[in-house]
């Protein structure tokens, strides 16, 4: 049976808890005096101990410093690892390929159906270049100006080494101040007015032709002109290109007739008949009015026009009024055995516009394809014209083929 002890507080205690709480007394006392055992402090009411001075980092002497790098020669310089590699702003993104990049309006309400002509002419010389051509991405476009821009940006984006675009004057503004810029560029129109380095252009003006046919004409011997135009401002522009290579080239201007309809065509060969002392007539016409005045011109005077007043796809039916009449025209309607010509398939269902603009790209990719090369100093034998570059310029310029009309049918002209 257990003995059972019991304590009660207020009865005295027996001798063992007496000793009990003595010995608790002093270890409590004891723990007071210790140090504390986890503070870097010194205990409180002591005197630390001597500190000794922290010592200065040493200085390397001055002819330790390297002047090129502010370190010291003795620095240990190590390379950084496992860093990621930063890309080269020269190279395209990665997953990007090269590619000639295409970027035509054919979604325009206006320029679709030309550059979708302009599209096929391009595809049919990549088809028949095989594999010397590099792939080609089309992006299709509904405007020249923001839309081109966003185009530039995501073909090189794409890897693009070569842009093809800009069938407008002002597009091709826009593509000199766009990120197609920073690669080849092909314009293909004039870029008024802004120059790249990298942009090179060509066009199919008018202006061009019309200075041609001036020079033409000087060199057939004739100095005294009669210029006739209508009020629309393309005719106005192909007379006034006319006109100053003419002067340029010593011809001499005898008068200008406007003719806005056919009823005013008696009125013309009544202006010319009060006109003695002139040797030929240029027509700023387009097709129906140049045919409705041509009738009225005297034969004695020889005739020249551009491609604007003629229809080389015409019936000869048609194009009878415009006999004897001298402009300069593509090798790819006049000469049909032209070792170029003869290469590329012939299109169907196009206006005689839109055939030109097929013609003008293939003459862009073949171009493009000499540009990406460097030879671009190269004359090209295109089927839109012999292809050269101008000076010192970036712009290519194109010489025709001199022709005529002949029974109603377009031909090369005959020597004089």
């Known amino acids: 049976m257990g003995v059972a002890t019991t304590y009660n507080p207020g009865s005295n205690p027996p001798a063992s808890s007496a000793m009990s709480r003595l010995t608790a007394l002093f270890l409590l006392v004891?723990?007071?005096?210790?140090?504390?055992?986890?503070?870097?402090?010194?205990?409180?009411?002591?005197?630390?101990?001597?500190?000794?001075?922290?010592?200065?980092?040493?200085?390397?002497?001055?002819?330790?410093?390297?002047p090129a790098t502010g370190l010291a020669r003795?620095?240990?310089?190590?390379p950084l690892t496992g860093a990621p590699p930063v890309p080269d702003p020269r190279l395209p993104p990665p997953g990007s390929r090269p590619h000639i990049a295409l970027i035509l309006p054919t979604v325009s309400d206006t320029l679709g159906r030309l550059a979708e002509a302009l599209r096929q002419g391009f595809a049919a010389a990549a088809e028949a270049g095989g594999r010397d051509v590099p792939p080609i991405i089309l992006t299709a476009?509904?405007?020249e100006g923001p839309a081109l821009a966003a185009a530039c940006r995501d073909a090189l984006a794409r890897g693009a080494i070569m842009v093809v675009a800009a069938m407008t004057r002002d597009g091709a503004a826009n593509l000199v101040r766009s990120d197609c810029a920073r690669t080849l560029a092909l314009a293909l129109n004039e870029p008024q007015g802004a120059s790249s380095p990298n942009v090179f252009s060509m066009s199919l003006s008018l202006d061009h032709e019309a200075r041609q046919v001036a020079l033409m004409a000087v060199a057939d011997g004739w100095r005294n002109a009669i210029v006739i135009s209508s009020p629309s401002p393309l005719s106005r522009r192909v007379q006034e290109s006319f006109?100053?290579?003419?002067?340029?080239?010593?011809?001499?201007?005898?008068?200008?007739?406007?003719?806005?309809?056919?009823?005013?065509?008696?009125?013309?060969?009544?202006?010319?008949?009060?006109?003695?002392?002139?040797?030929?007539?240029?027509?700023?016409?387009?097709?129906?009015?140049?045919?409705?005045?041509?009738?009225?011109?005297?034969?004695?005077?020889?005739?020249?026009?551009?491609?604007?007043?003629?229809?080389?796809?015409?019936?000869?039916?048609?194009?009878?009024?415009?006999q004897d009449v001298r402009y300069v025209e593509m090798p790819w309607f006049?000469?049909?055995?032209?070792?170029?010509?003869?290469?590329?398939?012939?299109?169907?269902?196009?206006?005689?516009?839109?055939?030109?603009?097929?013609?003008?790209?293939i003459d862009a990719l073949r171009l493009a394809l000499q540009i990406?090369?460097?030879?671009?100093?190269?004359?090209?034998?295109?089927?839109?014209?012999?292809?050269?570059?101008?000076?010192?310029?970036?712009n290519f310029a194109r010489a025709l083929v001199p022709a005529e009309v002949d029974g109603g049918r377009v031909i090369p002209r005959r020597a004089p």
Do not use: C
Request: glycine share 6%; no cysteine; proline share 11%.
């Open 30 to 66: 004891l723990v007071s005096f210790a140090p504390p055992a986890f503070s870097a402090d010194p205990p409180p009411g002591t005197t630390p101990d001597r500190v000794e001075p922290a010592t200065p980092a040493t200085a390397p002497p001055a002819d330790d410093i390297d």
């Open 74 to 78: 003795s620095s240990v310089v190590r």
């Open 141 to 143: 476009i509904g405007n």
């Open 243 to 322: 006109e100053r290579e003419w002067t340029r080239a010593a011809g001499e201007l005898r008068a200008r007739i406007t003719f806005a309809n056919p009823d005013e065509a008696e009125a013309v060969r009544e202006a010319i008949t009060k006109l003695p002392g002139a040797d030929m007539v240029f027509l700023a016409l387009d097709q129906p009015q140049a045919r409705s005045v041509r009738g009225y011109i005297t034969g004695a005077l020889p005739v020249y026009a551009t491609s604007m007043s003629v229809n080389p796809r015409a019936e000869a039916i048609v194009n009878v009024d415009l």
């Open 334 to 361: 006049v000469q049909p055995d032209h070792p170029a010509v003869m290469v590329y398939p012939q299109p169907r269902n196009l206006s005689v516009d839109e055939e030109r603009l097929y013609a003008y790209g």
């Open 372 to 394: 990406l090369k460097g030879d671009r100093r190269a004359p090209l034998d295109g089927v839109t014209g012999r292809i050269t570059l101008e000076g010192a310029s970036n």
